[in-house]
């Protein structure tokens, strides 16, 4: 997890355009038809004391929520994710036995049945 003070200088940078500081990797293809894309208004970073539900509630419709969790796992992130907060992320990584290709393969299924129906 980023330290505080770190995400803190990252957006400052963010802001002032220093791309200096802030060597971000390539978005995977996927996050093209990710459903947050469609909604700027939500906030995918909830502070202390926000629940972050109305995130989550777009993530249960969207295509690629599997990709996005599986890219969370793997990257540490902070936010929304998959429909996962981070506390919950957490929780799935320390859960002894966790397969994170067993909970892309159920959510990426359950989305193919929403696709459809």
Not at 63 to 74: F, I, K, N, Q
Not at 77 to 102: E, K
């Amino acid at each position: 997890m980023t330290h505080p003070r770190r995400r803190a200088q990252v957006i400052d940078a963010l802001l002032r355009g220093d791309d200096n500081l802030v060597q971000l990797p390539p978005l995977p293809g996927w996050m093209a038809d990710a459903a947050c894309r469609e909604h700027p208004e939500i906030s995918w970073f909830p502070g202390p004391g926000c629940s972050g539900l109305d995130a989550m509630a777009v993530c249960k419709h969207c295509l690629v929520e599997a990709e996005c969790l599986r890219y969370a796992l793997d990257h540490d992130l902070d936010g929304i994710w998959g429909g996962t907060t981070v506390r919950q992320r957490r929780r799935l990584g320390q859960h002894q036995g966790y397969d994170r290709w067993r909970v892309r393969d159920s959510l990426t299924a359950r989305n193919t049945q929403l696709a459809q129906g």
